[in-house]
């Protein structure tokens, strides 16, 4: 059976897919859209399973984008041309089929120039990519790398602030450094609580005495761990000094962070309800603090005078 042969139109692209004025020759550049339809003697076709057939060297003359609709005697498309030809593309052997039936396409003749002219590229050197965008890398690929640059560029920002809070520290220990040690000083400061505020005339009779007693026992002890494990812990919860510790020294946490936390909880959880707080608690809890002082001075010294001896080893042999 002879092939059906249908006449084609080419039009300029309007919007929304719609045909324009008739397409003249050599107007169209390379990836330009036109409109193609084409009409002839009716045939039943299978519209989703309608395919352009062309031989394999002009297989990118030719490319059909999006199919507007078919129907038994006529078909429209958006279509492209991806190859330059000023002379004008011929085809001679074009067909639409849907693998049982076949139809010629007839008409169909246009010219392709290249977006590269003598006016915008004297030297016809092919144009530079616009952007690393252009590679045609995946986008979980491109989701990666950001997450990774975010991901260490939050490194970077944590140890600049991380730098930063240290000088401050350091600055404010220097400008509050009493004549004593850290330890000594504690114990001054405990001495000192305890005369003062643990009267059972004024603590029993004024409420607010046990809220004063436990922020000024709150302070002295942060001030004391400030000092001997060097870092601040004046503003951190209990969780937080313990993991800062851990960090820094997982030696002397293993050897202190059972009592440290004991009674860095048990203030906190005090200072929530100090309304219930009586002197015998708040005497309990100046012996904590003072016990747990004593465990930590004596491992922060024993580790201190372990590393002189060691040095000094070292240096003889």
């Given at each position: ?111 392709v120039k290249s977006v590269i002219t003598a006016e915008n590229n004297p030297k016809h050197e092919p144009y530079p990519p616009a952007g690393p965008f252009n590679i045609s890398y995946p986008f979980w690929f491109w989701a990666c790398f950001v997450l990774l640059f ?142 747990a002082a004593d465990e930590i001075n004596k491992t922060v010294h024993t580790k201190a005078e372990n590393k002189v001896s060691r040095n000094k080893l070292e240096a003889e042999v």
């Amino acid at each position: 059976m002879a092939d059906i042969h249908w006449q084609c139109q080419l039009n300029h692209l309007e919007e929304a897919d719609q045909p324009g004025i008739a397409l003249a020759q050599e107007v169209l550049t390379v990836g330009e859209k036109f409109y193609l339809s084409c009409e002839g003697p009716e045939v039943q076709v299978d519209a989703a399973s309608l395919n352009l057939e062309l031989p394999k060297e002009q297989q990118y003359d030719l490319k059909l984008l999006k199919n507007l609709g078919v129907d038994s005697h006529k078909a429209s498309f958006v279509a492209t041309s991806y190859t330059v030809n000023d002379k004008g593309h011929q085809f001679q052997n074009i067909f639409l089929s849907d693998g049982k039936v076949r139809i010629a396409l007839d008409g169909i003749s246009f010219a392709v120039k290249s977006v590269i002219t003598a006016e915008n590229n004297p030297k016809h050197e092919p144009y530079p990519p616009a952007g690393p965008f252009n590679i045609s890398y995946p986008f979980w690929f491109w989701a990666c790398f950001v997450l990774l640059f975010l991901f260490f560029s939050s490194l970077g920002v944590e140890k600049i602030i991380d730098r930063i809070r240290r000088k401050k520290f350091f600055k404010l220990l220097d400008s509050h450094r009493p004549a004593i040690s850290a330890y000594h000083q504690l114990t001054k400061e405990l001495r000192q609580l305890g005369r003062d505020s643990l009267r059972p005339q004024n603590f029993n009779a004024n409420p607010e005495s046990a809220h004063k007693f436990l922020n000024d026992l709150n302070s002295s002890f942060r001030w004391y761990l400030s000092r001997s494990l060097e870092f601040s812990c004046f503003e951190s919860r209990a969780g937080q000094i313990l993991s800062k510790l851990k960090q820094k020294d997982a030696e002397l946490y293993q050897k202190i962070h059972h009592s440290l936390a004991r009674v860095l909880i048990e203030i906190e959880r005090c200072q929530k309800k100090h309304t219930q707080l009586k002197i015998d608690d708040a005497v309990q809890l100046i012996e904590m603090v003072r016990l747990a002082a004593d465990e930590i001075n004596k491992t922060v010294h024993t580790k201190a005078e372990n590393k002189v001896s060691r040095n000094k080893l070292e240096a003889e042999v």
